[in-house]
């Protein structure tokens, strides 16, 4: 059992990652097995890199640690054993990991979440989990900036390039 002081140091520390979270998301974990659990914390651990965090947290110290926070939205939620996995970057590889789990293991389920302040169900965050990851989304936008200027400095180069074709091809006739 944890004392006081320990019970307020674990909410200082809950919501300072609650605040620096870009989204967070609970879940029931009530049925699942100890193997299941590890083999999902790994996953987390591996494919996170420090950004993901899964945590099995008292209700109590969690509705604290997220008053004046994002997550505050989901206080209704706290029914229950609760998990709560964060991320500190990408929300869409956590919601990737976490909706595959519950697939695998049924008796994992998915409450609720929260995104940019906005919370969602369990279907937004299975939308959220199809689309690509964030490092996917910015390599497309910026291969669709770098396009224009691509095309512009091929447009610019090509007048030059014909020239010296041209030249070329009636050097190697002045030859023959």
Do not use: W
């Not at 609650?18 to 790994?42: F, I, Q």
């Not at 970057?89 to 976490?98: F, Q, R």
């Not at 512009?152 to 090509?158: D, S």
């Amino acid at each position: 059992m944890l004392t006081r002081a320990q019970k307020e140091e674990k909410v200082a520390e809950l919501h300072e990652k609650l605040g620096r979270a870009t989204s967070v998301y609970l879940a029931d974990y009530r049925g699942t097995s100890v193997e299941a659990v590890n083999r999902l914390r790994r996953r987390i651990r591996r494919e996170g890199q420090g950004a993901f965090e899964y945590e099995v947290v008292k209700n109590t110290l969690l509705e604290r640690a997220a008053s004046k926070t994002d997550a505050a939205v989901l206080v209704d939620e706290l029914q229950g054993p609760t998990v709560v996995a964060i991320s500190f970057g990408d929300p869409v590889g956590l919601a990737k990991i976490l909706v595959d789990f519950a697939k695998d293991v049924e008796v994992f389920r998915i409450k609720a979440g929260v995104l940019a302040g906005r919370k969602l169900g369990r279907a937004e965050i299975g939308q959220l989990a199809t689309l690509p990851p964030l490092d996917e989304i910015r390599a497309k936008l910026l291969g669709l900036i770098q396009a224009p200027a691509t095309k512009i400095a091929r447009l610019v180069g090509e007048p030059g390039a014909q020239i010296a074709r041209a030249l070329a091809a009636r050097g190697r006739q002045a030859q023959e």
